[in-house]
């Protein structure tokens, strides 16, 4: 399947990734769903939409996210009482044959994880001590690893067929 989906997409996207190489444009190539992030100005983006194997364009602007962490004199106190979903898949009555998870390392996918909220600050593979904390193999994000000079002048997704 890898295979077949980056053949497509190095074919498909090959005319408009050349045009943005000659042009210097900054872009970011993406084969399962066979698109390509572009930076450019909007001269750029209406050529690059004028191309028939270009199905659409997405605006893919920045946003801002809500700082939702609180002061820990505002945290309210856990229920000693399991939430539902806990109670659903039984996970308390594990816990009650003393098997807690202890030493067990969950990994996740979300573009929405802040490592340093607690209750997750002190959980976190990288976390030390309150002074210390180290990134290295307990943390990747793959967009800003893969984009380390994104200047964003204007962002866009073109998928294309």
Same mark, same amino acid.
């Given at each position: 399947?890898?295979?077949?989906?980056?053949?497509?997409?190095?074919?498909? *996207?090959?005319?408009?990734?050349?045009?943005?190489?000659? $042009? =210097? @444009?900054?872009?970011? +190539?993406?084969?399962?769903?066979?698109?390509?992030?572009?930076?450019?100005?909007?001269?750029?983006?209406?050529?690059?939409?004028?191309?028939?194997?270009?199905?659409?364009?997405?605006?893919?602007?920045?946003?801002?996210?809500?700082?939702?962490?609180?002061?820990?004199?505002?945290?309210? *106190?856990?229920?000693?009482?399991?939430?539902?979903?806990? $109670? =659903? @898949?039984?996970?308390? +009555?594990?816990?009650?044959?003393?098997?807690?998870?202890?030493?067990?390392?969950?990994?996740?996918?979300?573009?929405?994880?802040?490592?340093?909220?607690?209750?997750?600050?002190?959980?976190?593979?990288?976390?030390?001590?309150?002074?210390?904390?180290?990134?290295?193999?307990?943390?990747?994000?793959?967009?800003?690893?893969?984009?380390?000079?994104?200047?964003?002048?204007?962002?866009?997704?073109?998928?294309?067929?």
């Amino acid at each position: 399947m890898y295979h077949t989906l980056k053949k497509k997409a190095d074919e498909s *996207q090959k005319a408009i990734i050349m045009m943005l190489r000659s $042009k =210097n @444009i900054t872009y970011q +190539s993406f084969y399962i769903t066979n698109a390509i992030q572009v930076t450019s100005d909007f001269s750029t983006m209406v050529n690059i939409a004028s191309d028939p194997d270009v199905q659409r364009i997405i605006d893919n602007a920045p946003f801002k996210m809500v700082d939702y962490r609180v002061e820990r004199s505002e945290q309210k *106190q856990r229920n000693a009482e399991p939430e539902w979903g806990i $109670k =659903n @898949i039984k996970a308390d +009555s594990v816990w009650q044959l003393g098997i807690k998870g202890n030493g067990v390392i969950i990994a996740g996918q979300d573009t929405g994880y802040d490592w340093d909220v607690s209750p997750l600050k002190a959980k976190y593979k990288g976390y030390v001590d309150s002074a210390t904390v180290t990134h290295d193999f307990n943390w990747h994000d793959a967009i800003k690893k893969n984009n380390p000079v994104l200047l964003i002048r204007s962002s866009i997704l073109v998928v294309i067929v």
